[in-house]
């Protein structure tokens, strides 16, 4: 059975840092591309970043570029997302996900994506 565990998130203030770690069980996952997303309370889920399976390639929303960062551990089964210079509205629950077909596909979307963790909360305060 495919598991994605997510870990890291907490309270952070503002301008703060947190970095978020998935681990994949399961299946050899270092074929599968792996994406982040975010929930805020009343709003939509949305992508977050996403980062080939070779780690050669990676997605951001405009929204975080230039303050996330995502990776691929070498073992290919786990990936990170370092959160810098947090924003009040950065704070959501983030949720991993992997995607395992090689069709293409934007990657922003949820839809695309095969399996997903329970999410993991991060809090920033003002």
């Known amino acids: 059975q495919v598991q994605l565990v997510e870990s890291g998130g907490g309270l952070v203030q503002a301008g703060g840092s947190l970095r978020l770690s998935c681990a994949a069980s399961g299946r050899t996952f270092s074929s599968y591309v792996m994406g982040w997303f975010r929930r805020a309370p009343g709003k939509e889920r949305e992508f977050v970043a996403a980062i080939s399976w070779s780690g050669g390639s990676t997605y951001y929303a405009d929204s975080v570029k230039g303050r996330f960062t995502i990776s691929r551990g070498n073992a290919k089964n786990t990936v990170y997302l370092q959160m810098n210079s947090l924003k009040p509205d950065d704070m959501a629950a983030y949720y991993c996900?992997?995607?395992?077909?090689?069709?293409?596909?934007?990657?922003?979307?949820?839809?695309?994506?095969?399996?997903w963790g329970q999410g993991t909360q991060v809090t920033v305060s003002s």
């Open positions: 996900a992997a995607r395992y077909s090689s069709s293409p596909a934007t990657l922003r979307n949820g839809y695309e994506y095969d399996y």
